[in-house]
């Protein structure tokens, strides 16, 4: 079993298993029914989505630099580091020992999104 990341609205690739909507917004004019049959998420699980003002903090960023980056996902990492955050990464790392289990967002570059810090910080509590 394992953990991968996906992209919100792409196409299901083999082995991907549950769909872990890591989003702080729902998808606009999508109805919730329809969430899982058009390739967002199975389910939504905002507590493990970056603030809304570390979102707001990132996209004010001209460039994605590696200072920009490094601040970011250790920004990210301090909101994960929260009780209901951890408990979270804790239930994601335990589910992936016993079933594969992708987590995803909206970005279309995962080098440049919080779903690569996520899945590493769920490695680590594997």
């Not at 769909?19 to 998420?41: C, E, H, I, Q, S």
């Not at 920009?68 to 909101?79: H, I, L, P």
Request: net charge positive; proline share 5%; glycine share 6%.
């Amino acid at each position: 079993m394992g953990i991968r990341i996906f992209r919100a609205g792409s196409p299901r690739q083999r082995n991907e298993g549950l769909r872990l909507g890591t989003v702080r917004f729902l998808p606009r004019g999508v109805r919730k029914k329809d969430y899982a049959r058009l390739n967002y998420f199975d389910v939504w699980l905002p507590v493990l989505a970056p603030s809304r003002g570390l979102v707001r903090w990132a996209m004010s960023r001209k460039e994605w630099d590696p200072r920009t980056k490094k601040a970011f996902y250790a920004r990210y990492s301090r909101e994960m580091s929260a009780t209901d955050a951890r408990q979270a990464i804790s239930l994601v790392a335990a589910l992936s020992r016993r079933l594969d289990v992708s987590v995803g967002c909206y970005c279309e570059d995962p080098n440049h999104c919080h779903r690569s810090a996520l899945l590493r910080l769920i490695r680590e509590a594997r």
